[in-house]
């Protein structure tokens, strides 16, 4: 009696998930976001990550962003309310010493990725209200030239992790898209 019921059931739910597949392939949507990743219609949010800051009232923010398919954008700046404010920074070397500065022209396409890594450009937490703990998330709240203000989840990762890759799901060149990624992210 059971069987009876659940197999139409079963060919139901497989069926439907072929024509949602199907549909998604027809119209190239890409799959759903998850939580670390944002989408509209100018812009794409991949992972962003900060590392445990070790009890330090700073921390430092990164991610990886691409504007869709004729679109450009600029972040403009940044708030989180887990510190008292945010600056976005570059990493230069002066003198043999690297330093940090204020960084401009943030500006990206849907070739040229803006790739927040702790080789060079970060967000700079300053002030945090409480350390940044492994496994925790805070918020941060981005500004952009063109596209609304968005809101996404820092996952905070230990020292010695792995720090998470993008997905690529709006990368129009995956190839690059992975070799700039591991070009900055890992030296
Ligand atoms: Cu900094």
Redesign the pocket.
């Known amino acids: 009696m059971l069987h009876q019921i659940s197999i139409p059931r079963a060919i139901h739910v497989c069926w439907f998930s072929l024509c949602l597949s199907l549909i998604a392939c027809i119209s190239g949507t890409v799959k759903a976001d998850d939580e670390f990743r944002f989408q509209n219609r100018v812009l794409c949010i991949d992972s962003p990550w900060a590392y445990d800051s070790q009890g330090k009232k ?1 921390g ?1 923010v990164f991610a990886h962003m691409l504007a869709q398919e004729g679109h450009t954008d600029e972040l403009v700046g940044a708030t989180s309310t887990a510190a008292k404010w945010v ?1 976005v ?1 570059d ?1 230069l070397v002066k003198s043999g010493f690297a330093v ?1 500065e204020a960084a401009n022209d943030l500006q990206f396409s849907h070739t040229k990725p803006l790739i927040l890594s702790p080789a060079g450009l ?1 967000l ?1 937490l300053l002030e945090t209200n409480h350390p940044l703990a492994a496994g925790s998330t805070i918020p941060a709240t981005l500004k952009f030239a063109e596209s609304e203000t968005v809101e996404v989840d820092v996952r905070v990762i230990a020292q010695d992790e792995i720090p998470p890759a993008p997905d690529m799901a709006c990368a129009p060149d995956t190839l690059n898209w992975l070799k700039s990624y591991f070009q900055v992210a890992y030296k």
């Open positions: 700073v430092k600056e920074h990493i940090m970060h700079m």
